[in-house]
């Protein structure tokens, strides 16, 4: 599976991007396809996820409410919605698509493909 993330760019603090993910090469529902980001000299984060098995998106605690993961299986294409940006969301933000299990939806271990990274700047 060869994932192509787009998207991404320089938005003010407040402001709204969408980013999104198109797989190609593989059975793209039978993964759960999730979103990570990484900061230089950090490890890559978990940001959310949309489990193939219970169509149950899962985020972590600092994007909750200003974070929608959805994914279009018709189109191959997972997207995540982010408003209300901060600061702290500036980063490099990967697709990557895997068989988690719940309790690993949020390890990099878990996803065996990934895309290039886009990049998201939140400045003013």
């Known amino acids: 599976v060869q994932l192509q993330a787009s998207g991404g760019g320089l938005v003010q603090p407040g402001g709204s991007l969408r980013l999104s993910c198109a797989a190609s090469?593989?059975?793209?529902?039978?993964?759960?396809v999730g979103w990570f980001r990484q900061t230089p000299g950090k490890e890559r984060e978990f940001v959310a996820a949309?489990?193939?098995?219970?169509?149950?998106?899962y985020y972590t605690d600092s994007v909750k409410g200003r974070f929608t993961i959805s994914r279009d299986n018709r189109k191959n294409t997972v997207y995540l919605q982010m408003n209300s940006l901060k600061f702290e969301d500036t980063a490099v933000y990967y697709c990557?698509?895997?068989?988690?299990?719940?309790?690993?939806?949020?390890?990099?271990?878990?996803?065996?493909?990934w895309g290039q990274g886009t990049q998201v700047t939140v400045s003013s």
């Open positions: 090469g593989g059975t793209f529902s039978s993964y759960t």
């Open positions: 990557a698509a895997g068989r988690p299990i719940t309790s690993t939806l949020a390890s990099t271990d878990a996803y065996y493909y």
């Open positions: 949309f489990s193939r098995t219970s169509n149950n998106a």
